[in-house]
T-cell receptor, first 111, second 115 residues
Framework: GESVGLHLPTLSVQEGDNSIINCAYS??????FIWYKQESGKGPQFIID?????DKRQGQRVTVLLNKTVKHLSLQIAATQPGDSAVYFC??????????FGAGTTVTVRA | DAGVIQSPRHEVTEMGQEVTLRCKPI?????LFWYRQTMMRGLELLIY????????DSGMPEDRFSAKMPNASFSTLKIQPSEPRDSAVYFC?????????????FGPGTRLTVT
């Protein structure tokens, strides 16, 4: 069936560098995407979202890019900090308010 | 705002026992979601409620699982009888649907271990 998936399960980044986390989706009808951050022992926390009528959206130190042509979503984190170490999930709206989550990418920030 | 509250945070039980997980959504939210997270299957939606009514329970694994939402401020997820394969972290999330956003606010989760 159609699903959301992540290209890489892990990402190691030097503190201060920019991070890019990628996500592929296959449901061309999806009209809404969201990124969550999950720290160890905690529930997922909202980072940023984007609708399918947009290509880019910026937040505080984060930018989400949406390429509908190749069904690709990315999350960019500027000046990565130790507190950014976590698992990052992309999710897509399946309709009827249901979100389908990807497998997650573990980001480790090196000091 | 206290956020979504779940209890207990940890539960260890023996196979065959009944387990009840509890959730208090954020005040004013009209939707509540129950998820299960495991290493093998990731984050799976079990059931969700809108205005206290179950809308989609297609993710509930089997009849051993049941969920209720008697009022806007409380929900339970019950497993009876529990099995070792039910061991997972169970999350409750709430949202206000209808504002044009699908953002869900997650609780801290309940880590369930069935021995």
């Amino acid at each position: 069936g159609e699903s959301v998936g992540l290209h890489l399960p892990t990402l190691s980044v030097q503190e201060g560098d920019n991070s890019i986390i990628n996500c592929a989706y296959s449901n061309s009808a999806s009209d809404y995407f969201i990124w969550y951050k999950q720290e160890s022992g905690k529930g997922p926390q909202f980072i940023i979202d984007i609708r399918s009528n947009m290509d880019k959206r910026q937040g505080q130190r984060v930018t989400v890019l949406l390429n509908k042509t190749v069904k690709h979503l990315s999350l960019q984190i500027a000046a990565t900090q130790p507190g950014d170490s976590a698992v990052y999930f992309c999710a897509e709206n399946l309709g009827d308010y249901k979100l389908s989550f990807g497998a997650g990418t573990t980001v480790t920030v090196r000091a | 705002d206290a956020g979504v509250i779940q209890s207990p945070r940890h539960e260890v039980t023996e196979m065959g026992q009944e387990v009840t997980l509890r959730c208090k959504p954020i005040s004013g939210h009209n939707s509540l979601f129950w998820y299960r997270q495991t290493m093998m299957r990731g984050l799976e939606l079990l059931i969700y409620f809108n205005n206290n009514v179950p809308i989609d329970d297609s993710g509930m694994p089997e009849d051993r699982f049941s969920a209720k939402m008697p009022n806007a401020s409380f929900s339970t997820l019950k497993i009876q009888p529990s099995e070792p394969r039910d061991s997972a972290v169970y999350f409750c999330a709430s949202s206000f649907l209808g504002r044009g956003t699908y953002e869900q606010y997650f609780g801290p989760g309940t880590r369930l271990t069935v021995t």
